[in-house]
């Protein structure tokens, strides 16, 4: 077969030809002794670190103009101790409400309660003793049956517990729920049942758990009835928080609540298939922006958290 001749191809100026990156966009050396808004200044303007840059605009916007920025996790965060930036982000006023799943009650109680958690799920296992801890199970399944009883819900519930615990609790001011109990935050639970430790204990009462869930169910649809021109970010959870998301904003759009105009953004360190369509695409997709930020959450959220302090400041 005869070779195709390229004496012939016709070629274009590169001064004419479209390009993406632009020397103006590249990364500039970080100073010694210089500001971490310098630092964030010089990442390129490129991919994923101008998207990083935009999700810190978005949210300083966002709450300079008095609209929500509420956070929805796993536990996975408070297991690798973000909760101290969390608390000081909530203290700041740049978070403004919080949703988790059941496991993070758990994880949240045992640092107040003891100073540490996360077993070796393994080892305790083969013994039969996995996430059996007495303590965890009396304290937490009281405090939502407590309650349930005074029309509380069960983020709520567990917030005035330990808030409240005194001696009980050294470390409450390491504990997520206490500081929005403290700080009137809506704070909700998204409970699966037979996911959570606490499912297993005698103490445990399946109606009264899903009825305080079902209570956040309904507050966190609330919260999202207002999220027009806020921002939903969605820390680590690949399957509960995105589903629960897209239900409760389903609720508030049905009822008539303009939520069209709004910033979602997914952290994880895998972009799984639930929060790319629950939390990103379906969501915007008549309006409003989503980033997909990629990464360890010991390191991406400390990035952005130091971010978010000093843009706020500016």
Request: glycine residues 10%; charged residues 25%.
């Amino acid at each position: 077969m005869k070779k195709l001749d390229l004496k012939k191809i016709k070629t274009v100026p590169l001064a004419g030809r479209k390009s993406r990156v632009e020397i103006d966009l590249t990364a500039k050396p970080v100073q010694a002794g210089s500001r971490f808004s310098d630092f964030l200044q010089n990442l390129p303007g490129l991919l994923a670190a101008r998207d990083f840059k935009a999700v810190v605009e978005k949210i300083t916007t966002a709450r300079r103009k008095g609209r929500p920025v509420v956070l929805g996790m796993g536990a996975h965060p408070i297991k690798v101790g973000l909760s101290p930036l969390i608390i000081d982000l909530m203290r700041r006023g740049i978070i403004t409400a919080v949703a988790t799943n059941g496991a993070a009650i758990v994880h949240d109680f045992e640092l107040a309660f003891i100073g540490r958690t996360s077993e070796d799920v393994a080892e305790e296992l083969c013994k039969g003793t996995f996430g059996m801890a007495r303590e965890t199970g009396v304290y937490l399944n009281r405090a939502i049956r407590d309650g349930v009883k005074d029309g509380l819900g069960l983020g709520e519930s567990v917030g005035r517990a330990i808030s409240r615990g005194q001696k009980r609790f050294p470390n409450k001011d390491k504990s997520i729920f206490a500081q929005g109990y403290a700080q009137k935050i809506p704070m909700t639970v998204h409970v699966t049942m037979g996911a959570d430790i606490i499912h297993m204990h005698p103490s445990a009462d399946g109606a009264l758990t899903g009825e305080a869930t079902f209570r956040d169910f309904r507050l966190f649809a609330s919260v999202l009835a207002g999220l027009e021109e806020g921002v939903y970010i969605n820390l680590g959870s690949a399957v509960v928080l995105p589903e629960v998301f897209l239900k409760a904003l389903t609720i508030a759009r049905n009822l008539g609540h303009r939520t069209e105009n709004i910033t979602t953004v997914n952290m994880d360190f895998i972009q799984h298939y639930r929060p790319s369509e629950n939390v990103l695409r379906r969501p915007t997709l008549r309006g409003g922006a989503s980033y997909a930020l990629t990464g360890h959450h010991e390191i991406m959220f400390p990035l952005l958290a130091a971010a978010l302090v000093e843009s706020m400041e500016k």
